[in-house]
């Protein structure tokens, strides 16, 4: 259990595990990771995140983004970043984490699409990645748009080396 120094809403917040997963401790680059990590879900607000748990994925938006991408030849998904991800010849290209969308996006075009509605840096370790991108579902109701940024997760998860 957490100790009540590592967040004062202690109360809300379930057990964790006794070791980080391996995937845990690699983003966070420490032994600690579980420590760290339930400080760092505290002062970011996120009292609903807990380490070494799957966050909770919206199965709706994750359909949606399927039927989009699931005929392009190379296609897998996988577990990953506590969500679902969607990838092309071993690269991902897209995903969902909780109800947003993750797009993997050509580093260099980054700022141009943080420029738009609904867009946000994916960020999990508080070493934020050109390049990796949530979009809010807000601005994914419309199909066209959902069918836009898929593309954009696909069109670059093709262009890097296969797996």
């Known amino acids: 259990m957490r100790s009540s120094s590592d967040c004062p809403n202690d109360a809300q917040h379930h057990a964790e595990p006794e070791r980080p997963t391996a995937a845990f401790r690699l983003l966070l680059g420490s032994r600690a990771a579980s420590r760290r990590g339930a400080r760092l879900a505290c002062a970011l607000g996120r009292g609903d995140v807990y380490v070494g748990e799957r966050v909770p994925v919206d199965h709706a938006l994750a359909e949606r983004v399927r039927q989009l991408v699931s005929s392009t030849p190379g296609f897998s998904e996988k577990r990953m970043f506590g969500g679902l991800a969607f990838l092309i010849n071993g690269n991902m290209g897209l995903g969902v984490h909780a109800s947003e969308l993750i797009v ?27 390049g990796w991108l949530l979009v809010s579902s807000d601005v994914l109701s419309d199909k ?20």
Request: proline share 9%.
């Open 104 to 130: 993997r996006i050509n580093p260099a075009e980054t700022d141009t699409a943080l420029a738009k509605p609904g867009v946000r840096i994916f960020d999990l370790s508080g070493r934020p990645m050109k």
């Open 144 to 163: 066209k748009a959902l069918a836009s940024w898929a593309n954009r997760g696909i069109e670059y998860a093709r262009s890097l080396p296969a797996k």
